[in-house]
């Protein structure tokens, strides 16, 4: 077998698997909504609440969900997903084949595809964005910046060692083969390349909007996060999606507007409007008193209210996250093995879990959901013990308590994390009763949390991840390998962990490359860069006469397909 037709078996059979197990339980594929929306009316427009405003419109610049979630709309991948999994689909890319070694992939692009701006969307197009990641410079090589492409494709064509960005990029170069054929090539053979394109991170924008709007104008502030500076992303963001952009007041809404030239099926609302509202009983009751159409991130404990009333409707999104408390090995004493374990022991994990998450989380034991190849059933647990974590630090030299400090965001709920504010107190408390004296600390969600997070300057805090694809790489990759600093969590990189990823990231027997992950696993929780929580099915809220939404593992939905009747 070719080793091209291998590769290709090895990520459909991995994304399939991961598309198949996605949830709790075999019944989290939602209710009330369809691929198809039968019955409903095209046309109107739908208010939907995200928790905050997103942070900039440009996906090769953002991280957040409530970014991508309106950067979907807008623009397009090569590679896409089936609705509802993490099974990959044409997109931009009608198909696709790499070369015998690896290192070469042929794309065959969609014909008759326009950008907003009414530029053709081509072969060259496709290169000038490759190439314009490929080439940021200064502030752009920022992790907190260009994040995905570093996790993806690590560095750059010239990478500033004082960056953090890796020294080197899987990324060498795309060749445009007349108007509709892309070649990529890579450095080195990766087994979760193709998987990785299906990232908004790498949606395809107009070259011409990109330049004539500043799109490449950024800096970092004074507390090393960074900010662009263009208008490109807050203004004039354009892609070849189902809708356009419209206008955006931040704080108040941003509206996308039906896109009436798209090449596809076009969408069947006229306009979407975002608006950002943080508390969680003010969306529900936004929700309730007809303001709004829908929102993410429903708290558990509503979900009995909205099930209970016939006009509103509840939505699953099938679990591929995991919530975790991060620990900074750069901010002493978290460099010690030791107080990292005594954490580890001082977290009341079950207490969490079944306080605040309803009866739809589990207690997560590793850096990834069961549900994805390459966990591992034997990895070092902690149970919650204080009189062992107060052994450890003793036995560490420390003298009790041990002051730390404890991040966690606000003005934002996650799906991993629907109350950040009320899991951190729950934690504190039980650290304190470990031998650890906790200091508070928080900041809003957008922009400062994650830039200060990002940039290492939180010793312990509240984090997590959801799925982006269906792909161990995605987690534990993300978090652990090439020497990334992965929302602060290494202070050096474990280069046993970094070598055992490295392995198994160009493995191309499916049962060889599970094995690996499953010791990746079993490192990476002796060596405790954080403490994995919880995972969790989050739950969308909808009006009745919503029809069409169909939730994604990875948060990847089309509103294309929506329609609204009263």
């Known amino acids: 077998m070719k080793w091209h037709r291998l590769l290709m078996l090895l990520v459909v059979a991995m994304l399939a698997f991961a598309a198949g197990c996605g949830g709790d339980d075999d019944e989290a594929s939602g209710t009330g909504a369809t691929t198809e929306a039968s019955g409903g009316a095209e046309g109107g427009t739908l208010v939907f609440a995200g928790a905050s405003d997103p942070v900039v419109l440009d996906g090769s610049l953002v991280s957040d969900g409530e970014s991508l979630r309106v950067i979907d709309q807008i623009y397009e991948t090569l590679v896409g997903l089936k609705p509802g999994t993490t099974e990959l689909a044409p997109a931009l890319a009608t198909s696709w084949e790499a070369s015998d070694d690896g290192l070469e992939w042929t794309f065959q692009l969609q014909e008759g595809v326009t950008f907003h701006d009414g530029e053709p969307f081509n072969a060259e197009a496709v290169c000038y964005n490759f190439d314009r990641w490929y080439n940021f410079k ?17 560095g750059f064509a010239e990478t500033d060692p004082k960056s953090g960005a890796p020294a080197d990029s899987l990324y060498a170069s795309c060749t445009a083969n007349g108007e509709n054929e892309v070649v990529l090539k890579l450095t080195k053979a990766s087994s979760s390349f193709l998987g990785a394109l299906s990232l908004s991170a790498f949606s395809i924008a107009s070259p011409k909007a990109l330049q004539e709007f500043g799109a490449d104008e950024g800096t970092v502030n004074a507390d090393g996060i960074f900010q662009p500076t263009g208008s490109y992303g807050t203004e004039h963001p354009t892609g070849t999606g189902p809708f356009k952009f419209e206008s955006w007041t931040v704080g108040d809404r941003l509206v996308l507007a039906k896109n009436e030239d798209y090449w596809g099926e076009k969408a069947k609302l006229d306009k979407v409007i975002f608006r950002p509202i943080a508390d969680n009983a003010a969306r529900l009751q936004a929700l309730q008193n007809g303001e709004i159409d829908g929102y993410d991130l429903v708290e558990p404990q509503d979900i009995p209210t909205i099930e209970g ?28 093995l ?17 306080s605040f998450y309803s009866g739809r989380g589990e207690v997560a034991k590793e850096f990834m959901p069961p549900e994805v190849e390459g966990y591992a059933d034997d990895v070092t647990e902690y149970e919650y013990d204080p009189a062992k974590s107060k052994e450890l630090l003793q036995k560490a030299g420390l003298t009790l308590p041990v002051p730390i400090t404890f991040w966690y965001p606000t003005d934002v709920s996650r799906p991993y994390m629907p109350d950040p504010q009320r899991n951190f107190e729950a934690f504190a408390a039980s650290l304190d009763e470990g031998g650890f004296k906790v200091t508070p600390k928080s900041a809003p969600w957008r922009p400062d949390y994650l830039g200060t997070v990002d940039e290492g300057k939180a010793q312990l805090y509240l984090l997590g991840w959801t799925g982006d694809y269906g792909d161990p790489d995605n ?9 990334q600093k992965a929302w602060g969590t290494i202070a050096k990189p474990n280069k046993e962990v970094q070598d055992k990823l490295d392995e198994a990231e160009s493995e191309t027997d499916i049962e060889a490359r599970t094995g690996l992950y499953e010791e990746a696993n079993r490192l990476i929780m002796d060596w405790l860069p954080g403490v994995p929580y919880a995972h969790s099915r989050p739950a969308l809220a909808f009006k009745a006469g919503i029809e069409g939404y169909e939730p994604s593992p990875v948060s990847l939905e089309s509103f294309a397909t929506v329609t609204k009747s009263e």
């Open 309 to 336: 009333d016939e006009s509103l409707q509840v939505l699953d999104r099938p679990a591929f996250n995991v919530a975790y408390v991060g620990i900074n090995q750069a901010i002493a004493p978290m460099d010690k």
């Open 338 to 354: 030791e107080v990292r374990q005594a954490i580890a022991h001082a977290l009341n994990r079950q207490e969490v879990v079944e």
């Open 138 to 154: 200064g502030s752009f090589q920022n992790p907190s910046a260009s994040y995905y492409w570093q996790t993806v494709f690590g």
């Open 475 to 483: 987690f534990i990759g993300t978090f652990f390998q090439d020497g």
